[in-house]
């Protein structure tokens, strides 16, 4: 999208990060295993090469930024691990929600 990256002085490790779905309020338990993170505005819609981007998930224990969503095309990030394999399951929802995508833009006839 165009967003530059940082590397956090302390890395997300662990099964137990706090992180908050902007789009409904929901704030998931998550697993993470990452060292830098995407600098992107939390409380605006920014123009990217591929249209409108939005912050879709923040991690609660330092504001920083867990999840990108296009606004003018299917697509959307996380940067955590939401297969919730052999740890928190609370993002299992995002699976779904890709499929959702998907099926959407088949209806539509877009390349997805």
Known sequence: LGFGTYKLKYGHR??????QDRTTGKVEVTAHNHGFAVDAPLDKVSETPF????????????????????????????????????????????????????DTALMEGQRA
Do not use: K, W
């Open 51 to 102: 249209g409108r981007a939005e912050v879709s998930h923040v991690c609660l224990n330092d504001d920083v930024v867990e999840g990108l969503r296009l606004l003018d095309q299917p697509g959307f990030s996380v940067q955590y691990h939401p297969e919730a394999a052999a740890g928190p399951h609370d993002a299992a929802y995002l699976f779904d929600r890709f499929t959702s995508l998907m």
């Open 14 to 19: 662990g099964i137990n990060q706090p992180v």
